[in-house]
Nanobody, 128 residues
């Protein structure tokens, strides 16, 4: 079992930046990829970005590509999501997730059911 704890959320004006962090603990060897998802009330959880734990290859949702950057510090078991040029539509609860097998990391990485472990989320609000 992998435990995930997110931090770094908050309120920011449009055009601003935030960096989210996700610290992993427990059976961290079973992390093949780490993803960030977001959800607003009444809508489905959507994939934002994912990164392969080994190799560092990353994928992004089209809505955030060029504005968000996912990265990792494997020595500290931390995954980051750097968000810039934030828009009001980026407002959501952001969740960190990990997948226990490599097959879950390929193809439809953006589907929540591909991931096995989840954090509690951190709220991001973009408003003037």
């Amino acid at each position: 079992q992998v435990q995930l704890v997110e931090s770094g959320g908050g309120s920011v004006q449009p055009g601003g930046s935030l960096r989210l962090s996700c610290v992993a603990s427990g059976d961290i060897r079973r992390r093949y990829c780490m993803g960030w998802f977001r959800q607003v009330p009444g809508k489905e959880r959507e994939g934002v970005a994912t990164i392969y734990t080994l190799g560092g290859g990353a994928y992004y949702a089209g809505s955030v590509e060029g504005r968000f950057t996912i990265s990792q510090d494997n020595a500290k078991n931390i995954v980051y999501l750097r968000m810039s040029k934030l828009k009001p539509e980026d407002t959501a609860m952001y969740y960190c997730a990990s997948a226990n097998d490599l097959a879950s990391c390929s193809g439809s990485w953006y589907l929540p059911n591909k991931y096995h472990n989840w954090g509690q989320g951190t709220q991001v609000t973009v408003s003037s």
